[in-house]
């Protein structure tokens, strides 16, 4: 079992920064691929980074050399650092844990929502 709750969104214009985090509640010894995904109405959910096994990080195209994801030592809270943020980046982010097997074979982009692990969701609105 696992409890994610993400924080830190709201509005902000084009161009500029947020940070969101996120707090991990989950049993000693479970492992999953944990990361952040986003969400628009009308689409899938679509992964945003991961950390991937042995710590690397992996990104989506759209957001590498503008997003980054980070964890403290103790992996209890999580942290998406976004920069010179496009409204196409608007959208309900959620941080999530889904299956080392999906982080291992880059399906972590397009990930299985019923079988993952989710926080509420947070919003974040990029503004003209």
């Known amino acids: 079992q696992v409890q994610l709750a993400e924080s830190g969104g709201g509005s902000v214009q084009a161009g500029g920064s947020l940070k969101l985090s996120c707090t991990i509640h989950?049993?000693?010894?479970?492992?999953?691929?944990m990361g952040w995904f986003r969400q628009t109405p009308g689409k899938e959910r679509e992964g945003v980074g991961v950390?991937?096994?042995?710590?690397?990080?992996d990104y989506a195209d759209s957001v590498k050399g503008r997003f980054t994801i980070s964890r403290d030592k103790s992996e209890t809270s999580m942290f998406l650092e976004m920069n010179s943020l496009k409204l196409e980046d608007a959208g309900t982010y959620y941080c999530?844990?889904?299956?080392?097997?999906?982080?291992?074979?880059?399906?972590?982009?397009?990930?299985?929502?019923?079988?993952?692990?989710w926080g509420q969701g947070t919003q974040v609105t990029v503004a003209s």
């Open positions: 999530g844990a889904i299956s080392l097997r999906e982080c291992a074979s880059g399906s972590w982009r397009l990930p299985d929502v019923d079988r993952g692990y």
């Open positions: 950390f991937r096994s042995g710590g690397s990080t």
């Open positions: 989950k049993n000693a010894g479970e492992n999953f691929c």
